[in-house]
């Protein structure tokens, strides 16, 4: 009796890709990590797997509902859900061996089990960078995260894009001048909505929260402040705010954003945005979020700021960072659905090897001296006439084939085909590489 087969199938919220999306995703991966590293980042991979206690010592609420955890022997284990816990507490288990500021990428899957939808994985992509610093860590380096966020999108080249920067002292010390302190969760959640319902619903919900109508319109006269970044600066300042938090944090504004044009960043493509306010229980100086101008229903697509305490529920010692991270799965998710971005080729395959009943010990020297050249090469070994032969490299859009026949073997030579052209040549093995190359304008 025949025994029944199991449906082949994985669990919704994990994305698996054909083999041509995998090579557009594995390019937009390599360019990240390329540009990560440029700026002196170094790698770390810590384990998917962690203790329970270790991986949660901060989380709660919803976090912690959405944590895959489970139980093998006498371990209780979690699957780490972001990037962040792990690192603070790599950096507390090593900090004796670390030299600081300790500057990290990872480009690592994460684990959530929330309710999968649209744009919303289980298992997805984090590409983060934190600078941690001893017991203090310099403002430049709140310039030098914009810089790589500058960069990595420059190079992906997904259209124009805008940083969106702000100061949470700035925010908090207006706040407490107001006596809002204990309501700027609550504020904040209603200013984020100005895009989607407008100035005069978002006043009807401060005034809903029993705020005063003087600052109500306070809060509406700040959020709107326009301009230059420099302009921004002297609005801010013209506020005259007695309140060291909010004076501190309009100082690291300025600084972070001239530094920022000292970087090279186009002027065009950051500005300050009061309205940003990003993690309320975590981040503490310069956050960041950024924008594409052209799609800017996809949300931020890179975010992060500057934090005070790290490691604070590993050890005593004080760990200032900044951090920022590209969910780089939902991104390429979404500019895939979106047509933003397309996959080109089906192959990494530059030249296909083909032999025509010949001795295989030619045919092999054949690819080497091709991928000696720095050229990826395969070989057809299948017993299969030449029309199959050539639909594969033209399925898999393989640019060149080169044949061997009983010909090509007395002369040490190869007839190579152009497969976008049609054009063929007789070519020596000695020359191949720099022949393909050559045709590739390379």
């Known amino acids: 009796m025949a025994k029944d087969k199991v449906k082949p199938r994985i669990l919704t919220g994990f994305m698996e890709l054909l083999p041509e999306d995998q090579i557009l995703f594995n390019k937009i991966y390599d360019t990240i990590r390329e540009v990560y590293e440029s700026f002196g980042f170094l790698p770390l991979d810590t384990p998917v797997i962690e203790l329970s206690e270790v991986l949660l010592a901060k989380a709660g609420g919803e976090t912690e509902k959405q944590i895959y955890r489970f139980t093998k022997g006498d371990n209780d284990l979690a699957l780490r859900f972001d990037l962040t816990v792990p690192l603070a507490r790599y950096v507390a288990q090593h900090s004796g061996q670390l030299t600081f500021p300790f500057k990290r990428y990872q480009m690592s899957k994460v684990y959530r089990g929330e309710r999968p939808q649209k744009g919303r994985f289980r298992e997805f992509y984090q590409c983060d960078i934190d600078i941690i610093?001893?017991?203090?860590?310099?403002?430049a380096y709140d310039a030098e995260m914009p810089a790589v966020i500058y960069n990595v999108f420059r190079k992906l080249n997904f259209g124009k894009f805008t940083i969106r920067l702000n100061n949470r002292k700035v925010l908090n010390g207006f706040f407490e001048s107001l006596g809002l302190e204990n309501q700027i969760s609550d504020i904040l959640r209603n200013i984020d909505k100005l895009d989607k319902i407008g100035r005069d619903n978002v006043i009807e919900e401060l005034e809903k929260l029993g705020i005063e109508k003087d600052k109500i319109n306070s809060i509406i006269d700040f959020i709107s402040i326009s301009g230059t970044e420099s302009e921004k600066i002297s609005a801010l300042r013209a506020l005259n705010i007695d309140n060291e938090k909010f004076t501190e944090g309009v100082c690291e504004l300025e600084k972070v954003t001239e530094y920022m044009k000292d970087f090279g960043i186009d002027e065009d493509y950051f500005t300050i945005d009061l309205t940003i306010a990003r993690g309320l229980d975590y981040y503490t100086g310069t956050v960041y979020e950024t924008v594409l101008d052209d799609y800017r229903s996809l949300g931020s697509v890179c975010s992060g700021g500057r934090y005070d305490n790290l490691t604070e529920y590993y050890t005593n010692t004080k760990l200032p960072g900044i951090g920022i991270?590209?969910?780089?799965?939902?991104?390429?998710?979404?500019?895939?659905?979106?047509?933003?971005?397309?996959?080109?080729?089906?192959?990494?395959?530059d030249c296909l090897v083909v032999p025509m009943g010949v001795d295989m010990s030619y045919v092999l020297k054949t690819a080497k001296a091709v991928r000696d050249a720095g050229l990826?090469?395969?070989?057809?070994?299948?017993?299969?006439?030449?029309?199959?032969k050539m639909k594969y490299a033209n399925k898999l859009g393989i640019p060149f084939v080169?044949?061997?026949?009983?010909?090509?073997?007395?002369?040490?030579?190869?007839s190579l085909k152009n497969m976008a052209t049609?054009?063929?040549?007789?070519?020596?093995i000695d020359n191949i590489g720099n022949e393909i190359k050559k045709q590739m304008g390379e």
């Open 422 to 428: 049609g054009e063929q040549i007789t070519v020596s």
């Open 402 to 414: 080169a044949v061997i026949g009983e010909d090509e073997v007395n002369a040490n030579t190869a």
């Open 325 to 349: 991270s590209i969910g780089l799965t939902r991104l390429f998710s979404q500019l895939k659905d979106a047509g933003i971005i397309k996959a080109e080729r089906s192959s990494l395959v």
């Open 376 to 388: 990826v090469t395969d070989v057809y070994y299948a017993n299969k006439g030449m029309k199959q």
């Open 133 to 139: 610093g001893n017991e203090e860590l310099d403002i």
